[in-house]
């Protein structure tokens, strides 16, 4: 089955322990995107990857690391997490260019920084 | 002045109404649409896109654009309470052609 898979699901932590969060597609996409989902706010954009070895910043990168080793990975880092981190984060996949596709989106990770 | 603003709702509509539902957007260079519905408690879902002025039908749901007055729409006919959920609108724009989403309309259709 064509997916995005994150994990963990759920994850609360501790301000300042540092955390990564998983991301892996099967779907050979080339574009790959975290997004945080706050209320009110709606879905803003942290860092997204064109390719392999390649990220850029998104909205709102501030507190946020990532990297791209291979294709079909795109982990979140939170190298010193803090309380006005904690959001609902999704991660997704885009074959070409997000324009053309959209968006495919993995189930989400709801982060509780304490 | 947000790139895409949304009705944050909630909007209700008896069941077999239609529903529509509003976005406007501040970039006049943006190129692609799209419908995004999100259930409580669960990701995104592409529903539909749309990239030329005009209406673009799929099954129940059918886009408009208007590139000159900057704004599209969502309008979902024979509305059924499963279509309760979260609509996201969002633009695709910049050299990256990345995607910036509205807060979403939340829609709930009364049985």
């Known amino acids: 089955e064509a997916q995005v898979t994150q994990n963990p699901r759920y994850l609360i932590t501790v301000t300042g322990k540092k955390l990564t969060v998983t991301c892996s597609q099967n779907m050979n996409h080339e574009y790959m995107s975290w997004y945080r989902q706050d209320p009110g706010l709606g879905l803003r954009q942290i860092y997204y990857?064109?390719?392999?070895?390649?990220?850029d910043k998104g909205d709102v990168p501030e507190g946020y690391k990532v990297s791209r080793k291979e294709k079909r990975n795109f982990p979140l880092i939170l190298e010193s997490p803090s309380p006005n981190q904690t959001s609902l984060y999704f991660c997704?996949?885009?074959?070409?260019?997000?324009?053309?596709?959209?968006?495919?989106f993995g189930s989400g990770t709801r982060l509780t920084v304490v | 002045q947000k790139e895409v603003e949304q009705n944050s709702g909630p909007l209700s509509v008896p069941e077999g109404a239609i529903a529509s539902l509003n976005c406007t957007y501040s970039?006049?260079?943006?190129?692609?649409f799209f419908w995004y519905r999100q259930y409580s408690g669960k990701s995104p879902e592409l529903i539909m896109s749309i990239y030329s002025n005009g209406d673009k039908e799929d099954g129940r749901f059918t886009a408009q654009l208007n590139k000159a007055s900057q704004y599209v729409s969502l309008l979902i006919r024979d509305s059924q309470p499963s279509d309760s959920a979260t609509y996201l609108c969002?633009?695709?724009?910049?050299?990256?052609?990345?995607?910036?989403f509205g807060s979403g309309t939340q829609l709930t259709v009364l049985p």
């Open positions: 970039d006049r260079g943006s190129q692609s």
């Open positions: 997704a996949s885009s074959s070409k260019y997000p324009s053309d596709y959209g968006y495919t």
């Open positions: 990857s064109m390719n392999v070895e390649v990220t």
């Open positions: 969002a633009k695709a724009s910049g050299s990256a052609r990345q995607l910036t």
